[in-house]
């Protein structure tokens, strides 16, 4: 079965950097990649949604890459604020199936 | 225009009650997805309405669980008899019938402890 990866370490930056965060998957290819954001207690956001055909897609400060060479996707947050933090989670789902399968998450941390 | 919302938003039952969540999905929304994440373990898919049908339940645990979406509009997930394992959060989603890969909106969340 699909699993995904995500550092299960939270990932403290300072304010103003750029913060990375990383989900790799195994075996095959998803037909679209989601990254969502999650604060405590609440539900999870819909942050970007990145197509198999897709190398890169840009949202304001968020950037999403996605090669499925590698079965990696990054997930960057240029010039990082205080509110940034949260966990991130990825999601993949196939074509003809709207299930969501998810990674655990990572928490990141942006220090003033 | 209101979000995805759930009721109860906490409920503590003992081993062996029943409970009934709801979830009302964002108006005009023909999928409806409940999800669930229990201590530890990453958000876990459990089934997929679109309007009344079920178009997937593969996730579903096993048959103490029980969802229903009569109308198409509002959906509730059952739990009879709760067991300990069944505590956790319970997520239901929502989105519009298009092409793949449209956004899903999360609801807050139904918290269960069972004791």
């Known amino acids: 079965s699909q699993k995904i990866e995500q550092n299960s370490e939270a990932l403290n930056i300072q304010?103003?950097?750029?913060a990375t965060l990383t989900c790799n998957y195994t075996n095959y290819s998803p037909?679209?990649?989601?990254w969502y954001r999650q604060d405590p207690g609440r539900g999870p956001v819909f942050l970007l949604l990145i197509r198999e055909n897709e190398k890169e897609k840009r949202k304001e400060r968020l950037k999403v890459t996605f090669d499925t060479?590698?079965?990696?996707?990054?997930?960057?947050?240029?010039?990082?604020q205080p509110a940034d933090s949260a966990t991130y989670l990825c999601a993949l789902s196939y074509t003809g199936r709207r299930a969501l399968t998810f990674g655990s998450g990572t928490r990141l941390q942006v220090q003033p | 225009e209101a979000g995805v919302t759930q009721f109860p938003s906490h409920s503590v039952i003992e081993k062996g009650q029943t409970v009934t969540l709801r979830c009302d999905p964002i108006s005009g929304h023909d999928n409806l997805y409940w999800y669930r994440r229990v201590m530890g373990k990453e958000i876990k898919f459990l089934l997929h309405f679109v309007k009344e049908s079920k178009q997937d339940e593969s996730g579903m645990p096993n048959n103490r669980f029980l969802a229903e979406r009569t109308g198409g509009t509002y959906s509730t997930l059952k739990v009879q008899p709760a067991e300990l394992e069944d505590s956790g959060v319970y997520f239901c989603a929502s989105s519009q019938i298009?092409?793949?890969?449209?956004?899903?909106?999360?609801?807050?969340?139904?918290?269960?402890?069972?004791v």
């Open chain 1, 69 to 80: 060479t590698l079965k990696q996707s990054l997930f960057h947050i240029t010039a990082s």
């Open chain 1, 31 to 34: 037909a679209y990649l989601q």
């Open chain 1, 15 to 18: 304010e103003g950097k750029t």
């Open chain 2, 98 to 114: 298009t092409g793949g890969g449209n956004t899903i909106y999360f609801g807050e969340g139904s918290w269960l402890t069972v």
